[in-house]
């Protein structure tokens, strides 16, 4: 499979059914009067490993041979690609090295590692993640998983927009979280029908600038940002490609509005979300996008976020 299609991802949900949670879709009466719209929220902060890249990556790993699965497989990740790819290896048997930045958030390390993979640290900024991965192939071997550039991790993200369509049918907008572009890529496969908007925080807005100009554009001068989970400094053929055929576009939220939607998340819906999560249901509250009348699904796609940062988000 090079570019993953519908069939791909249909494929997807009968592998990782009985495996993946089918989380939600939640409601807010208050999220409706504030938008003027009739929103879902997928509610992938609920699913296992506490984000949608478990789909992504149990996917992945039950296509490996058994002599892949006998070299291990290596993937690099702020923090819920690791989970996700260390508990699928885990389930399946497969010996697990993740290469995750010195300053992920120590929750999703703990996690990675209580989940009995390696963790090696990297500094994000001056160290390319590739390139130590495949040194690491090198060296022993394995099989690299990586986080959005893989059609199988593709179609297996996509499983969440599918879940969506089964229920709803096609949305009139899906607001979608983007680091990468995995999930927001599998879900304009899912809902062929529906207007894909990707969400990223100010400052780490390639693939805002990117679907603008036609070419892949990296992130520029990157500073700090609450949403660990999309510090993606470039996104992907793969991922670009499948965005722009679908015509999508996108919105950058701040950091203040991140915030907002974490605490409006834990005051209104009673969920936990972490920042990088919460973008596309900030981009909902901000007022930045017009959703009057429209029916519209919002990926929460990930619930780990430290302490600290949490106690940031709520103002406590």
């Not at 790993?61 to 508990?87: D, K």
């Not at 590692?113 to 994000?124: F, K, L, N, P």
């Not at 959005?148 to 599918?162: E, I, K, R, S």
Request: charged content about 20%; some cysteine; aromatic content about 4%.
């Amino acid at each position: 499979m090079n570019t993953p299609a519908l069939e791909d991802v249909q494929a997807a949900a009968a592998r990782i059914a009985g495996v993946a949670v089918r989380t939600p879709l939640l409601r807010s009466d208050t999220l409706d009067n504030v938008t003027g719209a009739k929103v879902w929220l997928k509610a992938e902060c609920l699913q296992r490993t506490g984000s949608f890249k478990f789909r992504g990556a149990w996917n992945r790993l039950s296509v490996l041979t058994p002599e892949e699965r006998r070299a291990g497989v290596v993937a690099f990740s702020s923090g819920n690609h690791a989970q996700g790819v260390a508990l699928a290896a885990k389930l399946l048997g497969i010996r697990a090295t993740i290469i995750m930045p010195s300053d992920a958030p120590r929750i999703k390390v703990e996690a990675t590692r209580g989940h009995g993979a390696e963790v090696i640290s990297y500094d994000r900024l001056t160290e390319p993640r590739d390139v130590i991965a495949a040194k690491i192939v090198a060296e022993r071997g394995g099989v690299i998983v990586a986080p959005f550039n893989d059609p199988y991790v593709v179609a297996g993200q996509g499983t969440a927009g599918l879940e969506i369509a089964e229920e709803i049918g096609q949305p009139d907008i899906a607001l979608v979280c983007c680091g990468g572009g995995g999930l927001a890529s599998g879900i304009a496969l899912a809902l062929p029908e529906s207007e894909i908007v990707v969400v990223e925080p100010e400052g780490y807005d390639d693939v805002i600038r990117s679907l603008a100009s036609g070419v892949i554009e990296p992130v520029r001068d990157p500073g700090p940002t609450l949403c660990d989970a999309l510090q993606t400094l470039a996104t992907a053929p793969l991922t670009f490609g499948i965005l722009r055929a679908r015509g999508a576009r996108g919105v950058a939220v701040s950091e203040a509005e991140v915030k907002a939607a974490v605490a409006f998340a834990f005051r209104a819906l009673k969920l936990v979300v972490e920042p990088g999560g919460a973008a596309a249901l900030a981009a909902a509250l901000s007022g930045k996008l017009d959703l009057k009348g429209k029916t519209v699904a919002i990926t929460l796609s990930g619930g780990n976020v430290d302490a600290e940062t949490y106690r940031v988000c709520l103002g406590v």
